[in-house]
């Protein structure tokens, strides 16, 4: 199978003789490391490697020109439609190859590094999307709409995200401060630090995370550990997968006074144009258990 590889492309690869290319059509857009990618024209069949990746491309005009997708890539409901390449736990190079994209989407801190590296040296441009923090939305939708040819669509949904975030800040920021635990996973006990975007979103609706700052975002965590904290707040997305054992320790006061709070899925989950909505859920969630312990 002959490899496609675009006249930048082969530039940074192999160090070649500058190209030109109609200065119209031609797009570069950092990744996450920094290092930019560059396309001699906005790039026509993409591969999402995350589901939140597809969700994005979708939001920003590019749907069409996806033409497969990685496991639980279900948002918007037609790209549950889209041929699967695989998932977290590896990815299908040979349905790669067959589909023979002009462009592959992934997650830097997705995994499949070794996959992705391969798939580059075999000619494929790869772009590599940071994904830690709020503020990496905005910057991922409007790279997203650059290198597929949608970048008026992009910037305006990037803009509407961070007025949006911008809007929460100012309403619940002043909030008077209530202690919280989030819980990813229940066995091991899994939770998020302030440094993740999910940690930022509790910061963000007046919630003091009591698992502190760690090297790992997505830490394990002890049961006995938030007893001890005795957090307000316990918090967790759909499907619940055994919340209510938290009711097993009446003396918690998120367990006492009605402080068990499940979001819907993928909101808050996916790094996504809608964790905006997912972090104003989470905020109105958190006032209505804080105006509960003001009235008490």
Request: glycine fraction near 8%; charged fraction near 20%; include cysteine.
């Amino acid at each position: 199978m002959a490899i496609r590889i675009s006249a930048l492309l082969a530039l940074c690869l192999g160090g070649l003789l500058p190209v030109m290319v109609a200065a119209s059509e031609a797009v570069c857009v950092p990744q996450a490391d920094g290092e930019p990618l560059c396309l001699d024209q906005p790039a026509k069949r993409v591969i999402a490697l995350a589901p939140h990746l597809t969700e994005s491309l979708f939001a920003v005009g590019a749907g069409g020109q996806v033409i497969a997708a990685v496991e639980y890539s279900d948002y918007p409901p037609e790209a549950s439609d889209l041929p699967s390449v695989g998932g977290h736990r590896g990815l299908d190079l040979e349905a790669i190859v067959r589909l023979d994209p002009d462009l592959i989407v992934a997650w830097a801190q997705g995994g499949n590094g070794a996959q992705l590296e391969k798939l580059e040296s075999m000619g494929f441009a790869v772009w590599r999307s940071q994904g830690q923090r709020l503020a990496d939305v905005p910057p991922l939708l409007r790279g997203l709409g650059a290198l597929t040819g949608h970048a008026d669509q992009a910037n305006a949904k990037a803009a509407d995200f961070e007025q949006r975030l911008a809007d929460l800040t100012q309403i619940y920021g002043q909030k008077t401060p209530i202690s919280g635990f989030f819980e990813i996973w229940p066995n091991p006990l899994t939770t998020v630090t302030p440094e993740h975007y999910i940690g930022e979103a509790m910061a963000l609706c007046g919630v003091e995370n009591i698992v502190s700052h760690h090297g790992n975002t997505t830490p394990q965590y002890s049961t006995e550990a938030v007893i001890k904290a005795a957090p307000a707040l316990l918090i967790t997305t759909e499907p619940a997968r055994d919340f209510n054992r938290w009711r097993n320790w009446p003396d918690i006061p998120a367990v006492a006074n009605d402080g068990l709070i499940v979001l819907p899925p993928d909101l808050l989950v996916r790094i996504g144009p809608r964790l905006v909505e997912g972090v104003d859920m989470l905020c109105r969630a958190v006032d209505a258990v804080r105006a509960r312990q003001v009235e008490e």
